[in-house]
């Protein structure tokens, strides 16, 4: 099983930048495609971003091309997600998914974008 903790969430101004990390629990981090959702009010959960296990394949939601960038840490057990040029409709509880035979997510970590 995998614990995720989430932080790096919080307010900041359109244009601005945030950090998330995920921290993940247990010896076996390296073998999980890891991702980040994110959930606006009203809204279902979307892909954000993900990063294959070892670390050379990216991908990204169209909506964040070239202003997120997901990075991972095999040794740390950390994901990160750097998000720069962050706009009003980047807000949303962000949450941090590992995938392997089995689902894992994070509690999730607000980030609110004002204009």
């Known amino acids: 099983q995998v614990q995720l903790v989430e932080s790096g969430g919080g307010l900041v101004q359109a244009g601005g930048s945030l950090r998330l990390s995920c921290a993940a629990s247990g010896r076996t981090f390296r073998t999980y495609y890891m991702g980040w959702f994110r959930q606006a009010p009203g809204k279902e959960r979307e892909f954000v971003a993900g990063?294959?296990?070892?670390?050379?394949?990216?991908y990204y939601a169209d909506s964040v091309k070239g202003r997120f960038t997901i990075s991972r840490d095999n040794a740390k057990n950390t994901v990160y997600l750097q998000m720069n040029s962050l706009k009003p409709e980047d807000t949303a509880v962000y949450y941090c998914?590992?995938?392997?035979?089995?689902?894992?997510w994070g509690q999730g970590t607000q980030v609110t974008v004002s204009s």
């Open positions: 990063i294959r296990r070892s670390g050379d394949n990216t």
């Open positions: 998914n590992a995938r392997g035979v089995f689902d894992y």
